[in-house]
């Protein structure tokens, strides 16, 4: 009984076992792999570059003492000329709403009439070229998108309002003579930003460069005759008031 009670059992072990033969293998054991790191985006810089090309209306006055002469109109204009202007610019976002911006200026030539007399007193016209560099600083105040206040468009769109300062370099030459002198305007300006990217951004600007602050005083009209101001003058060249009306591309490092 007992001799057949262990074939028994040995029968039965040796069905487990062919049985647990029969059964896959378990799977290796789980190995958890180190964390892929993310590298995070390049933050983009508060520093920015630009160029922009534009029409630049000169409107500017002879002060009665040049030595270029006097306009021979009767209006005391000499110079009412659109030019083609360039500018090249940098700058730093301080905040979200507001920038510090260096730009220079080349505002173009106009050519104008004076008259001047001759050893003799002899009248003669004077054929004059007036050209303008300048060299600005401002502050660029920044709204928030049109998009917040319900205005539809096509890109992040801002408005700019600008104020500042600008030195210029006023170079005339012509039949009465060739003169240069450097004077210190007012800068104010506004336009709107396009956010292209966020890298790249484009600019229509328009921009106001007062006539001479500083020197002789003379009676100017600014602002196309709205305002006559005595701020300052120039002793012989053209006193001459620049708007600019730009487009302009920047890229932000």
Known sequence: MYSLAAAAALVLVGALSGNAADLPAPP????????????????????????????????????????????????????????????????????????????????????????????????????????????????????????????PTYVPTYLLFRVGAAGKDINQTGTAGSFEERTLAAVLGTGFEFRLTPNWFARLEYEYLSTAIGGPRTTVSEFRGLLNVQIGGTQNVVNVMHTPLSVSVAYRF
Do not use: C, M
Request: glycine share 12%; hydrophobic share 40%.
């Open 28 to 151: 290796p054991p789980y190995v958890a792999k180190a964390p892929v790191e993310l590298k995070a985006a390049s933050p983009v810089s508060h520093f920015y570059i630009g160029g922009g090309i534009g029409g630049v209306h000169h409107t500017g006055y002879l002060p009665p003492w040049s030595l270029a002469g006097q306009p021979p109109t009767d209006n005391g204009f000499n110079v009412q000329r659109y030019a083609l202007g360039e500018k090249v610019f940098a700058g730093y976002e301080i905040y979200d709403w507001l920038r510090l911006e260096g730009a220079f200026h080349y505002l173009g030539s106009a050519d104008f009439l004076s008259a001047y007399y001759l050893p003799g007193a002899v009248s003669a016209l004077s054929f004059n070229t007036e050209k303008s560099y300048a060299l600005a600083g401002s502050f660029v105040f920044v709204s928030p998108p049109l998009s917040s206040w319900s205005i």
